[in-house]
C-alpha cells in the first residue's frame, strides 16, 4: 500500500459525459501527479500540481482539467467523454517541498474508466 | 525531449533464475533519476528500484539490481532468484526536469 488512495476504483460511463476522479496523497507529500494508462498510448503524464498550484503540463486534453484543494487532495475532471478516454488513470504523490519531478513518485491504485 | 525505450516487450524466466530487462534512454539533462516500476496483473504501480544520475554505485534493493551505464545511456534491471511473484510488465522510467517518461514495458513471465 502507497498511502496515495484514489476514488472511484471503476466507472463506467457514457460518451459526452463528464467525470470527476479523486486522489488524495501520502500524508505530507505536497505534489500530485495524474497519468493515464491506455493500450494504444502507453504510460502518459497529464498534470502536477504542486501545493494548490499548477507546477507542470503534459499530454492533457484541453477537456480534462485538474486541480489541487487545500487539503491537497487532487480533481481530475473528464469532460465531453469519447470513447478513447476509456483508460486507467494513475494518482502519484511525492514527498518534498519544491515538488520536483526527480523526486520518487508513489502511485495509487487507479481508476479504471470505460466510456461506452 | 526525454524518451525511454524498452526493447523487449516479453521476456520469460524459470522460477530461482536470473533474468535481465534492457532499458535505454535520451536525455539532455546531467541530473536526473531513473526508476523501474512493476505493475503486476491487479494493475498497481509499485516502484522497485531508483538511481540517481550522478551516483556511479549502482542502486541495489534484495534480488533487484540495476546496471547503470551514464555514458550510453543505458539503465538494465536484474532479477536475481526469480520468484513467481516477480510475474508482472516492468516500466523503466525517467524523471528529470519534467514528470515521469515511460517506456512502453517489457511483460515477465515466471515459469515454475
Known amino acids: 500500500d502507497s498511502g496515495v488512495t484514489q476514488t472511484p476504483k471503476h466507472l463506467i460511463t457514457a460518451t459526452g459525459q463528464r467525470v470527476t476522479l479523486r486522489c488524495s496523497p501520502r500524508?505530507?507529500?505536497?505534489?500530485v501527479y495524474w497519468y493515464q494508462q491506455s493500450l494504444d498510448q502507453g504510460l502518459q503524464f497529464l498534470i502536477q500540481?504542486?501545493?494548490?498550484?499548477?507546477?507542470a503540463k503534459g499530454n492533457i486534453l484541453e477537456r480534462f482539467s485538474a486541480q489541487q484543494f487545500p487539503d491537497l487532495h487532487s480533481e481530475l475532471n473528464l469532460s465531453s467523454l469519447e470513447l478513447g478516454d476509456s483508460a486507467l488513470y494513475f494518482c502519484?504523490?511525492?514527498?518534498?517541498?519544491?515538488?520536483?519531478?526527480?523526486?520518487?513518485?508513489?502511485f495509487g491504485p487507479g481508476t479504471r474508466l470505460l466510456v461506452l | 525531449a526525454q524518451t525511454v525505450t524498452q526493447s523487449q516487450p516479453e521476456m520469460s524466466v524459470q522460477e530461482a533464475e536470473t533474468v535481465t530487462l534492457s532499458c535505454t534512454y535520451d536525455?539532455?539533462?546531467?541530473?536526473?533519476?531513473l526508476f523501474w516500476y512493476k505493475q503486476p496483473p491487479s494493475r498497481q504501480m509499485i516502484l522497485v528500484i531508483r538511481?540517481?544520475?550522478?551516483?556511479?554505485q549502482n542502486a541495489t534493493e534484495n534480488r533487484f539490481s540495476v546496471n547503470f551505464q551514464k555514458a550510453a545511456k543505458s539503465f538494465s534491471l536484474k532479477i536475481s532468484d526469480s520468484q513467481l511473484g516477480d510475474a508482472a510488465m516492468y516500466f523503466c522510467?525517467?524523471?528529470?526536469?519534467?514528470?515521469?517518461?515511460f517506456g512502453k514495458g517489457t511483460r515477465l513471465s515466471v515459469i515454475a
Open positions: 502519484a504523490s511525492s514527498p518534498r517541498g519544491g515538488g520536483g519531478p526527480k523526486e520518487t513518485q508513489y
Open positions: 500524508s505530507g507529500d505536497l505534489s
Open positions: 500540481y504542486y501545493n494548490g498550484e499548477e507546477r
Open positions: 536525455t539532455s539533462e546531467s541530473d536526473y533519476y
Open positions: 538511481q540517481e544520475a550522478y551516483k556511479q
Open positions: 522510467a525517467h524523471s528529470g526536469n519534467t514528470p515521469l517518461v
